[in-house]
């Protein structure tokens, strides 16, 4: 065969390869197996999120009873997200901004 001789594929070459590769049809068959078992498992991660935020009407009404501590002296407020940080995380001292935001 020449170089300008090419040699169009034809229906038996493509069941040849069909055949050869082992059907070829197993990764798509495995793929939909997986599928369906994904389909079948019960979703428990929203139920137990939902299971927390059930509160009786005492514990809701409850104050608690944490205290916040004073700003240190070593401590400032970002102007920008307003959390308390530690000096260190001073990124812009004349506009009060932290290491976050700048």
């Known amino acids: 065969m020449s170089v300008n001789e090419i040699k169009e594929p034809s229906d038996d070459d493509n069941e040849d390869k069909s055949s050869s590769s082992g059907g070829g049809n ?7 197996e997986f599928l369906s078992k994904a389909k079948n498992t019960p979703e428990t991660d929203e139920e137990e999120d939902d299971a927390p ?4 009407r005492e514990e809701r009404l409850e104050s608690l009873s944490i205290r916040a501590a004073p700003k240190q002296p070593n401590e400032f407020v970002c102007s920008s997200c ?21």
């Open 82 to 102: 307003r959390l308390v940080k530690h000096e260190s995380q001073k990124a812009d001292k004349s506009r009060e901004l932290c290491r976050d935001c700048v």
């Open 26 to 32: 197993t990764d798509e068959a495995s793929f939909e």
């Open 53 to 56: 935020l059930e509160l009786t």
